[in-house]
Protein backbone atom coordinates (compact mmCIF):
# COMPACT_ATOMS: atom_id res chain seq x y z
CA UNK A 1 0.00 0.00 0.00
CA UNK A 2 1.35 3.29 -1.00
CA UNK A 3 2.07 5.61 2.67
CA UNK A 4 0.62 8.56 1.19
CA UNK A 5 -2.47 6.82 0.60
CA UNK A 6 -4.92 9.12 2.48
CA UNK A 7 -6.31 6.87 5.18
CA UNK A 8 -9.75 7.29 7.29
CA UNK A 9 -10.46 6.97 11.10
CA UNK A 10 -13.65 5.27 11.63
CA UNK A 11 -15.41 5.13 15.24
CA UNK A 12 -15.55 1.86 16.90
CA UNK A 13 -19.32 0.03 16.35
CA UNK A 14 -21.81 0.99 19.19
CA UNK A 15 -22.21 -2.19 19.97
CA UNK A 16 -18.71 -2.53 21.02
CA UNK A 17 -18.71 -0.12 23.84
CA UNK A 18 -20.08 -0.53 27.48
CA UNK A 19 -23.55 -0.75 28.07
CA UNK A 20 -23.29 2.74 30.03
CA UNK A 21 -22.14 4.41 26.81
CA UNK A 22 -25.67 5.47 25.83
CA UNK A 23 -26.21 7.65 28.91
CA UNK A 24 -22.76 8.78 28.75
CA UNK A 25 -23.21 9.92 25.09
CA UNK A 26 -26.61 11.08 27.00
CA UNK A 27 -25.43 13.43 29.91
CA UNK A 28 -22.19 14.82 27.42
CA UNK A 29 -24.82 15.78 25.12
CA UNK A 30 -26.89 17.73 27.85
CA UNK A 31 -23.38 19.08 28.69
CA UNK A 32 -22.97 21.03 25.60
CA UNK A 33 -26.28 21.91 24.97
CA UNK A 34 -26.21 23.38 28.09
CA UNK A 35 -23.41 25.41 27.24
CA UNK A 36 -24.43 26.54 24.06
CA UNK A 37 -27.55 28.43 26.10
CA UNK A 38 -25.28 29.93 28.49
CA UNK A 39 -23.15 31.35 25.64
CA UNK A 40 -26.14 33.13 23.72
CA UNK A 41 -28.12 33.92 26.84
CA UNK A 42 -24.38 35.42 27.96
CA UNK A 43 -23.79 37.27 24.33
CA UNK A 44 -27.84 38.49 24.75
CA UNK A 45 -27.06 39.97 28.32
CA UNK A 46 -24.39 41.73 27.29
CA UNK A 47 -25.73 43.22 24.56
CA UNK A 48 -28.55 44.40 26.33
CA UNK A 49 -25.78 45.84 28.31
CA UNK A 50 -24.09 47.81 25.63
CA UNK A 51 -27.62 49.19 24.30
CA UNK A 52 -28.42 50.63 27.81
CA UNK A 53 -25.05 52.25 27.97
CA UNK A 54 -25.51 53.68 24.63
CA UNK A 55 -29.23 54.57 25.45
CA UNK A 56 -28.26 56.22 28.68
CA UNK A 57 -25.39 58.13 27.18
CA UNK A 58 -27.94 59.56 24.45
CA UNK A 59 -29.98 60.76 27.53
CA UNK A 60 -27.55 62.09 29.74
CA UNK A 61 -25.83 64.17 26.78
CA UNK A 62 -29.37 65.49 25.37
CA UNK A 63 -30.36 66.08 28.84
CA UNK A 64 -27.27 68.38 29.59
CA UNK A 65 -26.90 70.10 26.07
CA UNK A 66 -30.36 69.48 24.41
CA UNK A 67 -29.83 68.59 20.77
CA UNK A 68 -31.81 66.85 18.77
CA UNK A 69 -32.28 63.98 16.59
CA UNK A 70 -29.61 65.54 13.79
CA UNK A 71 -27.52 64.24 16.28
CA UNK A 72 -28.24 60.44 16.64
CA UNK A 73 -28.58 60.62 12.36
CA UNK A 74 -24.81 61.86 12.23
CA UNK A 75 -23.97 59.26 15.35
CA UNK A 76 -25.81 56.22 13.64
CA UNK A 77 -23.49 57.46 10.44
CA UNK A 78 -20.23 57.57 11.86
CA UNK A 79 -21.22 53.98 13.89
CA UNK A 80 -21.57 52.61 10.72
CA UNK A 81 -18.11 53.47 9.49
CA UNK A 82 -16.04 53.11 12.29
CA UNK A 83 -17.87 49.73 12.81
CA UNK A 84 -19.05 48.56 9.04
CA UNK A 85 -19.26 44.79 10.09
CA UNK A 86 -21.63 45.95 12.74
CA UNK A 87 -25.36 46.22 13.01
CA UNK A 88 -27.98 47.85 15.18
CA UNK A 89 -27.04 51.14 14.55
CA UNK A 90 -29.62 53.04 12.71
CA UNK A 91 -31.15 55.91 13.64
CA UNK A 92 -34.07 54.28 15.15
CA UNK A 93 -32.49 51.36 16.66
CA UNK A 94 -30.29 54.28 18.54
CA UNK A 95 -34.19 56.17 19.65
CA UNK A 96 -34.75 52.74 20.80
CA UNK A 97 -32.15 52.12 22.89
CA UNK A 98 -32.71 55.84 24.54
CA UNK A 99 -36.03 54.52 25.22
CA UNK A 100 -34.22 51.34 26.82
CA UNK A 101 -32.64 53.25 28.90
CA UNK A 102 -35.52 55.71 30.12
CA UNK A 103 -37.62 52.64 30.70
CA UNK A 104 -35.50 50.56 32.95
CA UNK A 105 -32.71 51.37 35.36
CA UNK A 106 -29.95 48.90 35.09
CA UNK A 107 -30.43 46.32 37.86
CA UNK A 108 -33.68 45.94 36.19
CA UNK A 109 -32.50 44.69 32.98
CA UNK A 110 -29.58 42.26 34.34
CA UNK A 111 -32.18 40.35 36.37
CA UNK A 112 -35.07 37.72 35.22
CA UNK A 113 -36.90 38.01 32.97
CA UNK A 114 -35.51 41.28 31.26
CA UNK A 115 -32.44 39.68 30.74
CA UNK A 116 -33.73 36.68 29.46
CA UNK A 117 -35.73 38.54 26.64
CA UNK A 118 -33.63 39.55 22.82
CA UNK A 119 -34.02 42.72 22.27
CA UNK A 120 -36.72 42.07 19.63
CA UNK A 121 -38.56 41.54 22.04
CA UNK A 122 -37.91 44.66 23.96
CA UNK A 123 -38.40 46.83 21.00
CA UNK A 124 -41.90 45.22 21.36
CA UNK A 125 -42.70 46.00 24.61
CA UNK A 126 -41.46 49.58 24.50
CA UNK A 127 -43.81 50.44 21.53
CA UNK A 128 -46.84 48.93 23.07
CA UNK A 129 -46.90 49.70 26.41
CA UNK A 130 -46.55 52.55 28.48
CA UNK A 131 -46.83 50.86 32.13
CA UNK A 132 -43.50 49.23 33.64
CA UNK A 133 -45.30 46.61 35.75
CA UNK A 134 -47.29 45.45 32.71
CA UNK A 135 -44.21 45.35 30.87
CA UNK A 136 -42.81 42.91 33.41
CA UNK A 137 -45.77 40.87 33.55
CA UNK A 138 -45.42 40.45 29.36
CA UNK A 139 -41.73 40.08 29.83
CA UNK A 140 -42.32 37.12 32.14
CA UNK A 141 -45.00 35.34 30.36
CA UNK A 142 -42.80 35.34 27.26
CA UNK A 143 -40.26 33.80 28.78
CA UNK A 144 -42.14 31.23 30.38
CA UNK A 145 -44.37 30.68 27.68
CA UNK A 146 -41.24 30.83 24.69
CA UNK A 147 -43.08 33.13 22.61
CA UNK A 148 -41.95 34.87 19.82
CA UNK A 149 -41.69 38.83 19.08
CA UNK A 150 -45.41 38.65 16.86
CA UNK A 151 -46.72 36.44 19.04
CA UNK A 152 -46.05 38.61 22.11
CA UNK A 153 -47.18 41.87 20.37
CA UNK A 154 -50.16 39.50 19.54
CA UNK A 155 -50.82 39.02 22.67
CA UNK A 156 -50.30 42.38 23.99
CA UNK A 157 -53.03 43.51 21.31
CA UNK A 158 -55.63 41.40 22.19
CA UNK A 159 -54.87 42.04 26.17
CA UNK A 160 -53.90 38.79 27.43
CA UNK A 161 -52.93 39.83 30.97
CA UNK A 162 -57.01 40.10 31.47
CA UNK A 163 -58.06 37.40 30.02
CA UNK A 164 -55.50 34.92 31.15
CA UNK A 165 -56.95 31.57 33.81
CA UNK A 166 -60.47 34.13 34.07
CA UNK A 167 -62.40 31.13 33.20
CA UNK A 168 -65.11 30.57 35.87
CA UNK A 169 -64.03 26.68 36.68
CA UNK A 170 -64.57 24.01 39.06
CA UNK A 171 -60.92 22.83 38.77
CA UNK A 172 -59.67 23.86 42.45
CA UNK A 173 -62.28 21.03 44.32
CA UNK A 174 -62.05 18.74 40.90
CA UNK A 175 -57.98 17.95 40.25
CA UNK A 176 -55.28 18.17 42.78
CA UNK A 177 -54.06 20.88 44.11
CA UNK A 178 -50.55 20.42 41.52
CA UNK A 179 -52.65 20.21 37.98
CA UNK A 180 -55.67 22.63 39.37
CA UNK A 181 -53.35 25.96 39.11
CA UNK A 182 -51.59 25.08 35.56
CA UNK A 183 -55.46 23.77 34.40
CA UNK A 184 -56.84 27.08 35.57
CA UNK A 185 -53.89 29.66 33.91
CA UNK A 186 -54.47 27.70 30.58
CA UNK A 187 -57.70 29.08 30.31
CA UNK A 188 -59.13 32.34 28.82
CA UNK A 189 -62.06 34.68 29.13
CA UNK A 190 -63.04 35.90 27.32
CA UNK A 191 -61.60 33.68 24.61
CA UNK A 192 -60.62 35.71 21.44
CA UNK A 193 -61.41 34.62 17.80
CA UNK A 194 -61.47 38.09 15.83
CA UNK A 195 -59.62 35.44 12.76
CA UNK A 196 -63.20 34.72 11.74
CA UNK A 197 -64.69 37.51 11.41
CA UNK A 198 -68.18 38.45 11.93
CA UNK A 199 -70.16 35.72 12.81
CA UNK A 200 -73.40 37.37 13.25
CA UNK A 201 -76.50 34.93 13.06
CA UNK A 202 -74.14 32.15 12.34
CA UNK A 203 -74.96 28.76 14.19
CA UNK A 204 -72.34 26.66 16.14
CA UNK A 205 -71.85 24.89 13.53
CA UNK A 206 -70.61 27.80 11.54
CA UNK A 207 -68.07 29.05 14.08
CA UNK A 208 -66.87 25.30 14.48
CA UNK A 209 -65.94 24.82 10.33
CA UNK A 210 -64.31 28.69 10.48
CA UNK A 211 -62.46 27.81 13.39
CA UNK A 212 -60.65 24.61 11.97
CA UNK A 213 -60.67 26.52 9.03
CA UNK A 214 -57.97 28.84 10.55
CA UNK A 215 -56.94 26.15 13.56
CA UNK A 216 -53.27 27.66 13.51
CA UNK A 217 -54.60 30.99 15.26
CA UNK A 218 -57.22 28.91 16.86
CA UNK A 219 -54.10 26.71 18.53
CA UNK A 220 -52.50 30.18 19.50
CA UNK A 221 -55.74 31.80 21.14
CA UNK A 222 -55.78 28.31 23.18
CA UNK A 223 -52.44 28.67 24.61
CA UNK A 224 -49.30 26.53 24.87
CA UNK A 225 -49.87 23.13 25.33
CA UNK A 226 -52.74 22.02 23.18
CA UNK A 227 -52.98 20.04 20.20
CA UNK A 228 -55.71 19.66 17.75
CA UNK A 229 -57.20 15.88 17.55
CA UNK A 230 -60.71 16.87 15.15
CA UNK A 231 -63.98 18.40 14.55
CA UNK A 232 -67.24 16.75 15.41
CA UNK A 233 -65.47 13.63 16.81
CA UNK A 234 -67.39 10.60 16.62
CA UNK A 235 -67.56 9.07 20.27
CA UNK A 236 -69.70 5.31 20.73
CA UNK A 237 -70.82 4.15 23.83
CA UNK A 238 -73.57 0.89 23.84
CA UNK A 239 -74.45 1.54 20.41
CA UNK A 240 -74.88 5.27 20.62
CA UNK A 241 -73.32 7.83 19.23
CA UNK A 242 -71.72 10.75 20.36
CA UNK A 243 -70.21 13.93 18.43
CA UNK A 244 -68.09 16.17 20.88
CA UNK A 245 -67.71 19.67 18.81
CA UNK A 246 -64.03 19.87 19.24
CA UNK A 247 -61.27 17.45 20.82
CA UNK A 248 -57.84 18.31 21.99
CA UNK A 249 -55.17 16.93 23.75
CA UNK A 250 -53.21 18.80 26.32
CA UNK A 251 -49.16 17.82 26.39
CA UNK A 252 -48.50 19.64 29.81
CA UNK A 253 -51.39 17.70 31.48
CA UNK A 254 -51.52 14.95 29.88
CA UNK A 255 -55.06 14.85 29.08
CA UNK A 256 -58.06 15.45 26.63
CA UNK A 257 -60.02 18.45 26.53
CA UNK A 258 -63.12 18.54 25.01
CA UNK A 259 -64.64 22.08 23.96
CA UNK A 260 -68.28 22.52 23.34
CA UNK A 261 -69.44 25.61 21.58
CA UNK A 262 -72.11 27.50 22.02
CA UNK A 263 -73.75 30.79 19.92
CA UNK A 264 -75.90 31.66 22.75
CA UNK A 265 -75.37 32.69 26.23
CA UNK A 266 -74.79 29.94 29.19
CA UNK A 267 -77.27 27.61 30.16
CA UNK A 268 -76.45 25.25 32.85
CA UNK A 269 -78.23 22.48 31.24
CA UNK A 270 -74.94 22.71 28.45
CA UNK A 271 -73.33 20.77 31.71
CA UNK A 272 -75.33 17.67 31.38
CA UNK A 273 -73.97 17.13 27.80
CA UNK A 274 -70.38 18.32 27.93
CA UNK A 275 -70.01 16.18 31.20
CA UNK A 276 -71.23 13.18 28.95
CA UNK A 277 -68.91 13.56 26.50
CA UNK A 278 -65.95 14.19 28.85
CA UNK A 279 -67.13 10.95 30.59
CA UNK A 280 -67.25 8.79 27.18
CA UNK A 281 -63.60 10.22 26.60
CA UNK A 282 -62.25 9.07 29.42
CA UNK A 283 -64.01 5.59 28.86
CA UNK A 284 -63.24 5.22 24.80
CA UNK A 285 -60.05 6.97 24.05
CA UNK A 286 -57.86 7.86 27.39
CA UNK A 287 -55.05 5.76 27.86
CA UNK A 288 -53.01 4.48 31.02
CA UNK A 289 -51.20 7.58 32.33
CA UNK A 290 -53.68 10.29 30.53
CA UNK A 291 -55.45 12.38 33.44
CA UNK A 292 -59.30 13.10 33.73
CA UNK A 293 -60.68 14.56 30.68
CA UNK A 294 -61.26 18.31 31.16
CA UNK A 295 -64.39 20.25 29.62
CA UNK A 296 -64.15 23.27 28.70
CA UNK A 297 -68.07 25.27 27.26
CA UNK A 298 -67.86 28.30 25.25
CA UNK A 299 -70.76 30.22 25.49
CA UNK A 300 -71.57 33.78 23.58
CA UNK A 301 -72.05 35.32 27.08
CA UNK A 302 -72.63 34.58 30.56
CA UNK A 303 -73.23 35.55 34.47
CA UNK A 304 -70.30 34.38 36.32
CA UNK A 305 -72.68 33.41 39.55
CA UNK A 306 -74.40 30.90 37.78
CA UNK A 307 -71.51 29.39 36.14
CA UNK A 308 -70.39 29.09 39.57
CA UNK A 309 -73.16 27.71 41.30
CA UNK A 310 -74.24 25.14 38.61
CA UNK A 311 -70.47 23.89 38.32
CA UNK A 312 -70.63 23.20 42.39
CA UNK A 313 -72.57 19.76 40.72
CA UNK A 314 -70.21 18.89 38.90
CA UNK A 315 -67.64 16.39 40.07
CA UNK A 316 -65.44 16.64 36.71
CA UNK A 317 -63.40 19.66 36.07
CA UNK A 318 -65.08 21.93 33.76
CA UNK A 319 -64.29 25.40 32.74
CA UNK A 320 -67.18 28.28 31.30
CA UNK A 321 -65.89 31.02 29.42
CA UNK A 322 -66.80 33.83 26.88
CA UNK A 323 -65.58 33.65 22.97
CA UNK A 324 -66.12 36.99 21.02
CA UNK A 325 -64.91 38.02 17.97
CA UNK A 326 -65.03 41.94 18.52
CA UNK A 327 -62.25 42.16 21.39
CA UNK A 328 -60.58 45.77 19.59
CA UNK A 329 -63.93 47.52 20.70
CA UNK A 330 -62.28 47.76 24.36
CA UNK A 331 -58.98 47.94 23.83
CA UNK A 332 -57.01 51.55 23.80
CA UNK A 333 -56.92 53.57 20.79
CA UNK A 334 -53.20 52.82 19.98
CA UNK A 335 -54.33 49.25 19.92
CA UNK A 336 -56.80 49.01 17.48
CA UNK A 337 -55.32 50.18 14.79
CA UNK A 338 -52.93 47.17 14.87
CA UNK A 339 -55.84 44.92 14.77
CA UNK A 340 -57.77 43.84 11.24
CA UNK A 341 -60.44 45.80 10.41
CA UNK A 342 -63.99 44.17 10.00
CA UNK A 343 -63.36 45.15 6.29
CA UNK A 344 -60.47 43.11 6.32
CA UNK A 345 -61.55 39.97 8.16
CA UNK A 346 -64.83 40.21 5.79
CA UNK A 347 -62.54 39.61 3.26
CA UNK A 348 -60.30 37.22 4.54
CA UNK A 349 -63.83 35.09 5.03
CA UNK A 350 -64.90 35.66 1.65
CA UNK A 351 -61.69 34.43 0.12
CA UNK A 352 -61.67 31.05 2.76
CA UNK A 353 -65.05 30.38 1.13
CA UNK A 354 -63.80 30.98 -2.18
CA UNK A 355 -60.98 27.92 -1.92
CA UNK A 356 -63.32 25.93 -0.14
Not at 103 to 130: G, M, N, R, T
Not at 345 to 351: G, V, Y
Request: proline content about 4%; hydrophobic content about 45%; aromatic content about 10%.
Amino acid sequence: MNDKTPRFESAPARSSLPAWYPKFLDTVSAHITSGHRRAVTAANQEMLMSYWSIGQEILSRQHDDGWGSKVIDRLSTDLKSRFPGATGYSPRNLKYMRAFAAAWAIEAIVQAPLAQLPWYHHLALLAKLDDAELRLWYAAAAVDRGWSRDVLALHIESRFHERSGKAVTNFATALPAEESDLAQQATRDPYLFDFIGTTDGWREREVEEKLVDHVGKFLLELGQGFAFIGRQVRLELDGDEFFCDLLFYHLELRCYVVIELKAVKFDASFLGQLGLYMAVVDDVLAKDGDKPTIGLLLCRNKKEVVAEYALRGFKAPIGVAEWTTAINNSLPEEFQSALPSVAELEAELSSATADD
